[in-house]
């Protein structure tokens, strides 16, 4: 027997005082069932397969159509996908359709996976979002229009932007500070619009729901337990199960409910409340979950006028219907993010900034493959004959490595927050799928013939591929095994390299090639050993630099520094060493003419963990025990000083007497060409970096300390599409974590003379502890002993060896805003290198075959050019009849369609002219490709014609009521002439002519 059960229902509300009348006969209670399905967190995709997955979708189909009220939202696409095409029966996949069609059965989000926010680069969040759009789309015609973001360790400006660009109307997040989401619920904003760019503002705001405190679980009311996995004997229930509801129980539960209701709608502007009804893996045992709360709802709607509330299944679309029908203001939110995230005091989310460096590297590396695999296979069907190519093949290599960069982007994914065992699944899809898109690139540069190849067989063909639109000048770095080499191109002529001996693996060399390659296309090398027999040939050999040694220095404490001093410099840089630390001392830039002081060191910040311990650094948390201290003890240096580039090798001991270095710097500094082409690769620093292993409990950065007056302000990006202002927090407690934000590709501090930009190639933690200070996380090792991280195998003992990359800009603000953008684009996409066998000489022809670049103005980046093989038809009504009719069965995959995405990499006034908007004539900027016959513009993520898309358009307090149109200033698209706006991402079908 409950508590209570003998008072009637009406005495028991009066015990619980007159919070329940304070919204009497008005709060609308819209229960919205759910299940949160982690795509690898504690368990891989396979095991969640065979353990619930299919339970899930099978019972909550059945019980659907057993009840005409019933409501469920479904999120991530990969498991929805998995179950449709591997376990689905006919009959089921009628229900879906039927229930799709009645609108009881809502995809939410849509996406493969419910992406991080945080480390995640906006490229791969629009992939995962296009790759799930483009499966429900071609399978049922739907296209989401709300997003469930729930789970996210905080949330970026970003997310929203995009979505508003895909179509939706509603954005939910839950993941805020837990004393910002408590102010939030005191003064009701918890809802609000969000204007996530500064640049596009109201034209792609989108109405954003913070849930509150209770956040997406409903701990209380759940029915069917959790699901058992076998070899996982200490998987918990989660949440418990409770009693199933009875006539002694039901006043119990309706209590509860109805206690939680008025909580909830105290802290909303409207009667309307959103339950979130599910949890973790929930909805295996969808029967017994619905049998139980029908119950309740049916108690209670007999009971509305005494309990002060009615209750309905919603879907979220029902919900923020009813939210849009009110005639109310919202706040507006500006381009401010929600990062980072605390979950409580000394609990704050920015360890998983870092988590898993070599994870991280490794997904954004398959991503950059994937972008170049993407256009040269594009390139290839519309302009080659395809000889030896099967075009089926090929699109599924690429959707296996689209299916896997989607996968990793999931919160639990590339955050590094992780048990082993779906660490180990993530690398095995994202290696499998790059072996795929390789082994496809391979085969086409086999098909690319070679005109020229000398007098002898003998040696290598590296084809290089630019798969940026714009001409590339850069220096690439090939192993070879032999020291002499010598390189020319495809029509014999040498071509500047130079060769070296590894810096780390013995009897092996570095060949450095300068190479200049137009937008989108490719050139040969011919890479020959040179014989000693041969010595009196005329044949051009790769230069060899000379190395100047300097011994080991112990780490200083008096501070007697910059007397000795070693200038490493090239046409725009000039670095100093000193010779009494063997450590960076300055950089002279040429273009300001200034002087800035900078040392790097790497420091260590030790981590508290332990039974005792409230709070531990892990995964998820960053939570140092004191500041950082020096990592080393001694340092070594050498300079490579060579025609082509010159290499500055720092080693950093942990103890003076270890034979083994912990970390190293390797930095770079390119003799290229001193002009426009070589601009990008002249101002830049190019350093790669050796971590580990790490001893245990500590996390190492790597902190630069320059003259710069920065105030402590530092700016970071978010998710590589925007930048955000960081100034310093102080906390009691908490200072060193609370002020780590995430860098996906780019962060920078400044003065007002001069800023230092940092470009990654990955994912990182980054901060400024002090005045000129800015320091990146490179690799963490944790263990503790909390029974929650032991039971799982959730520590993080990383006992692996890192080596990120990081590019360093130096120079006015002028200078770093006009290359920041582009740099951060060549560090992202590298030309790719593909070799093959030089095996014999191959007829001369006329000379190199040539081709027409794709090229566009240097404020716009392609940010997609792909053939993605969908059958659906462009037309929505084709479309739609086509699969009532069935005949998306028989619809083959059309490779003359290409989607392209460009996107305007400045914001509105960050540069004089490079932020005013750009318009190009797409048909001629793609006559290299082929004939364009049309071009359609699209959603974000190719589901629709953007002349159809009108967006709800919600009132604000600022007046601008219609101003959250997705409709543009400008008219609709005639012809091929396409104006970009600043921040801008726009998206077009391009349909080329048969060949």
């Not at 500006?334 to 898993?356: C, I, K, N, V």
């Not at 006015?812 to 593909?834: A, F, K, N, Y």
């Not at 012809?975 to 801008?984: A, Q, S």
Request: glycine share 6%; net charge neutral.
């Amino acid at each position: 027997m409950g508590p209570h059960s003998w008072l009637p229902l009406f005495m028991q509300l009066a015990l619980l005082g007159p919070q329940w009348a304070l919204h009497f006969y008005k709060v609308k209670v819209f229960v919205v069932p759910h299940s949160h399905m982690d795509v690898g967190w504690l368990h891989t995709v396979q095991e969640s397969m065979q353990v619930y997955v299919p339970d899930v979708y099978n019972s909550v189909v059945e019980a659907l159509t057993r009840g005409k009220r019933r409501r469920f939202i479904a999120v991530e696409q990969e498991y929805f996908r998995l179950w449709w095409d591997g376990f689905a029966s006919a009959k089921r996949k009628r229900q879906v359709r039927q229930l799709l069609a009645e609108q009881r059965l809502e995809f939410v989000l849509g996406g493969q996976v419910m992406h991080d926010e945080a480390v995640t680069h906006f490229d791969d969040q629009i992939l995962q979002l296009t790759e799930g759009h483009g499966f429900l789309y071609e399978t049922f015609g739907i296209r989401p229009q709300f997003s469930w973001q729930v789970d996210p360790f905080g949330a970026s400006a970003t997310t929203p932007t995009l979505l508003a660009l895909a179509g939706f109307n509603g954005h939910v997040i839950s993941r805020v500070d837990y004393d910002l989401k408590d102010a939030m619920q005191h003064t009701q904003g918890l809802q609000f619009v969000w204007r996530g760019s500064r640049s596009l503002e109201a034209r792609q705001e989108i109405f954003t729901h913070v849930l509150d405190q209770y956040s997406y679980c409903s701990d209380g009311f759940m029915w069917s337990g959790s699901p058992r996995f076998l070899d996982r004997p200490f998987d918990v229930d989660y949440p418990a199960v409770e009693m199933p509801v009875s006539q002694d129980n039901i006043n119990h539960y309706v209590l509860n409910l109805v206690d939680n209701v008025n909580k909830r709608a105290a802290w909303f502007r409207t009667q309307h409340v959103l339950w979130p009804w599910g949890c973790d893996r929930q909805f295996f045992n969808a029967s017994q979950q619905f049998a139980n709360m029908d119950l309740l709802m049916d108690h209670i709607s007999k009971h509305t006028s005494e309990l002060g509330i009615s209750i309905q299944y919603a879907t979220l679309a029902e919900y923020f219907q009813a939210v849009f029908s009110q005639d109310v203001s919202w706040q507006v939110r500006d381009h401010r993010d929600f990062l980072p995230y605390s979950s409580a005091p000394e609990q704050t989310w920015t360890g998983f900034y870092t988590s898993q460096s070599g994870l991280k590297r490794l997904a954004r590396r398959a991503s950059a493959l994937l972008y170049a695999g993407e256009s040269l296979f594009t390139r290839y069907m519309l302009s080659a004959a395809h000889r030896f190519l099967d075009p089926a093949w090929a699109l599924t290599q690429l959707q296996q490595l689209r299916w896997a960069v989607s996968e990793v982007q999931h919160h639990d994914g590339i955050t590094g927050t992780h048990i082993l065992a779906v660490r180990a699944m993530f690398v095995e899809h994202l290696s499998a799928g790059m072996a795929g898109v390789r082994k496809l690139m391979d085969s086409i540069a086999q098909d690319m013939p070679l005109t020229h190849s000398g007098p002898e067989p003998g040696g290598h063909v590296a084809v290089v591929y630019n798969p940026l639109a714009w001409t590339v000048t850069t220096v690439i770095t090939l192993a070879v095994s032999f020291p002499e080499v010598s390189v020319t191109d495809e029509s014999g002529h040498p071509v500047p390299a130079q060769v070296q001996d590894s810096k780390e693996t013995p009897s092996a060399y570095d060949l450095h090639v300068l190479t200049t390659i137009p937008g989108l296309s490719y050139q040969h090398y011919i890479i020959r050993p040179i014989r000693k027999a041969r010595e009196d040939s005329q044949e051009a050999a790769a230069t060899v630099p000379s190395t100047i040694q300097f011994g080991l220095k112990l780490r200083r404490q008096d501070g007697q520094v910059g007397r000795n001093l070693v200038p490493v410099k090239n046409g725009c840089y000039t670095v100093f060493l000193d010779k009494d630390t063997n450590l960076m001392h300055s950089i002279w830039e040429r273009q300001s003419n200034r002087t800035v002081r900078m040392s790097q060191e790497f420091l260590e910040y030790r981590s508290v963990y332990g039974y005792e311990e409230a709070v531990t650094s892990d995964n998820y948390l960053f939570t140092p025990n004191g500041t950082a201290e020096p990592a080393w003890a001694a340092v070594r240096m050498e300079v490579v000083e060579g025609r082509l580039l010159s290499e500055i090798r720092q080693y950093f001991y942990r103890q003076a007497n270890d034979s083994d270095h912990t970390y190293a710097i390797y930095s770079r500094l390119a003799h290229g060409p001193q002009d426009s082409a070589g601009e990008l690769l002249c101002h830049r620093i190019e350093q790669e970096y050796r971590v580990g292993p790490l001893e245990l409990n500590h996390e190492v950065v790597l902190r630069a300390s320059t003259s710069l007056n920065t105030g402590l302000v530092l700016y970071s990006d978010n998710n590589g599409y925007q930048m955000q202002r960081r100034t310093y927090r102080h906390d009691r407690n908490n200072s060193v974590s609370l002020n780590y934000y995430p860098m996906a590709q780019s962060a920078f501090i400044q003065d007002r003379g001069s800023r230092l930009v940092l470009l990654s190639e990955q994912a990182h933690g980054v901060s400024s502890q002090g005045n000129g200070q800015v320091e990146v996380m490179l690799h963490r090792r944790l263990w503790n002993k909390l029974e929650w991280t032991l039971q799982y195998n959730l520590t993080h003992d990383d006992t692996s060896v890192v080596r990120p990359v990081l590019w360093l800009l130096l120079g006015p603000r002028t200078l770093t805003t006009g290359l920041r953008q582009r740099s951060g684009l060549e560090l992202q996409h590298r030309p790719v290198v593909l070799f093959r066998e030089l095996g014999g000489t191959v007829q001369n022809g006329p000379g190199p075959r040539k081709q027409e670049p794709v090229t566009l103005p240097p404020s716009l980046h392609l940010q997609v050019l792909s053939i993605p093989g969908w059958k659906y038809s462009s037309n929505h009504t084709v479309h739609l009849r086509n699969l009532q009719k069935g005949h998306y069965r028989k619809a083959k995959a059309d490779f003359r369609r290409v989607l392209l995405r460009l996107h305007h990499l400045y914001e509105a006034g960050e540069h004089q002219v490079l932020s005013r908007p750009v318009t190009v004539n797409l048909q001629s900027v793609l006559r290299g490709l082929g004939s364009v016959v049309a071009v359609e513009e699209r959603s974000l993520t190719g589901t629709w014609d953007v002349n159809s898309l009108h967006r709800w358009s919600w009132k604000t307090e600022d007046g601008h009521h219609h101003r959250g149109s997705s409709r543009r200033p400008l008219p609709p698209l005639r012809g091929p002439n396409v104006t970009i706006h600043p921040k801008e991402i726009r998206t077009f079908f391009i349909h080329f002519q048969e060949q």
